[in-house]
């Protein structure tokens, strides 16, 4: 039987979340959920990902959010595609960079690549038209 997360524990929580929020610019329902359930094992993960996106630098960031945009695809994760294609776009990508890149996840992955991610495509791109490249989140 788990045993219910004491006074410190629960303050380690919100200090993890707030360390991701700050790391990440952004807090969504998994980190909430791990912050509450296991704040360990979102403190892990929000540290591997620290160090490979921000601390690694052999590639750019911009690559590498277009790397985990495609890898997302090709796994046909909406919440992460999305996810990354804005921060791709904030990261200096083009749209014809993020477009080439679906296309390249769909050659392993398949043309169902395509035809889950363009939609996707098209909302951002129709976001930045409407609101401009600044207001993607």
Known sequence: MAKKAGKTEKKSAKKVLEQVSNGRGFI???HKV?????????????????????????LS???KELLVMAINASLLYYTGTRAHMQLALKAG??????????????WPAGIHVLRTCLPI????MEEIRQHGKSKIT
Do not use: I
């Open 28 to 30: 969504n329902v998994t």
């Open 121 to 124: 495509y098209e909302e951002v």
């Open 61 to 63: 960031l911009k690559v």
């Open 93 to 106: 990508a083009t749209k014809e960079e993020v477009f080439e890149a679906l296309e390249v996840a769909s």
């Open 34 to 58: 791990l912050s509450r359930e296991d704040p360990k094992m979102l403190e892990l993960t929000h540290q591997m990902f620290m160090h490979v996106m921000h601390e690694r630098k052999a």
